[in-house]
């Protein structure tokens, strides 16, 4: 996926008042290709505008193609980190990794009863460094995978999973239940993650749980009364091959016999999972998703496999781009936040509602507008609760503290 339009060089710097917080991921910022880079961007982009935030990125295949200059321009001079492994460390990582997958190829793929399994131990001098260097008041570590850097922060300082999504195919519950009780608060990316967390944790857990979803990056809105068609977003992993497959089978069929000359626009290298076909028009990876959405303004969102909140939904919105969604593609966007689009319970219903669209350019109009409006509102409760859960206050009463004894208290983003 692309940038979203941000100018990197223009951000550098803004607001580092309040608080430290010092962040850990494995996953790069830039480029922003993919859904989970995109939510730990505007994420960021936000905080810095309160914060002052260091970013300290985990060595990961993930580095294979990023952009150390945008990072640099991002966080500013030495606000971003970069930690590494000597030879012998990386060779006992990997195999340790390769014996793993050997596992799983010859005894079938089983639940890992060990939440650290990708967590490189050689790593723990660095963390442990750079967290008494930089003295945050606040540890912020994404996915559950690497919350053994919370067993060396000291007393006093918050902190804060990000939890993308709930592992429960990964982890035993006893494996992601030790792993998410380690974080003094949860963000949770929709109300059903919550729901699996609070039952995880059980009652007598202190470990808040804060539902903040997707921000949607500030983009211009698109303005495209032509339309030759849908398009498909996505970058080449399981659930996105598997739903653009099935996308092309079931439903592109019902749709070309309405209007034969319909094209799917499919953006991202999700493309390369499916045959070349006449009606499929393939972008590959785009540095400005907009520009390849002017083709084709109607999001076909037809998800049929996946968890989590379906960012590319929320960023159509955010352009003005209506979509037409599955009902698991639309899951954890509550009814109030999803006017801009149609929601059809099978593939005849999204079919239509696909071919109404490109027919009517006054509907795609009318739908991307209210899309519009939902954003606005839905940025609005997820910054609300972000910056509720990093301060430890609940925006609800007046600033009042939240304590980490309360029973589960969930903060909420509306």
Known sequence: MGHHDLNWRNLVGEGTAGKTILVFSKIPIAPAFGGNRQRILTMLDELRHRHRVDFVLIPSRQMRDIDLDAHRAFFGDGHFHVMTRGKVAELRFTARILLRRLKARIFGKRLSTDVDALFDRSLEKQCRGLIKTIAPDVVLVEYVHFSK??????????????????????????????????????????????????????????????????????????????????????????????????????????VLAQRPDFKLHVIGNVGESVPDQPFIVKHGRVEVVAQALVHAPVLANYIVKGSGIKIKMLDAMGMGIPYVSTPLGADGVPADFAHGGVVAQDDQAFADALVALYDDSGKRAAMGKAGLECAGRWNAAQRRALHAVVTGFDPLHDGGSVTTTAHHRQVKAA
């Open 149 to 254: 850097i919370f067993e060396w922060v000291p007393v006093g300082t918050r902190k804060l999973l990000d939890t993308h999504d709930s592992f429960s195919h990964e982890f035993t519950a006893e494996a992601e239940r030790k792993g998410l009780a380690r974080a003094d608060a949860l963000l949770a990316i929709q109300e059903r993650e919550a729901r699996l967390f609070r039952d995880m944790l059980g009652a007598e857990s202190g470990t808040e749980i804060a539902m903040v979803s997707h921000i949607i990056a500030d983009q211009p809105m698109i303005g495209a009364p032509s339309c030759e068609g849908a398009s498909f977003l996505g970058s080449k992993f399981e659930a996105n091959n598997l739903s653009l497959a099935a996308l092309v089978e079931n439903v592109m069929p019902l």
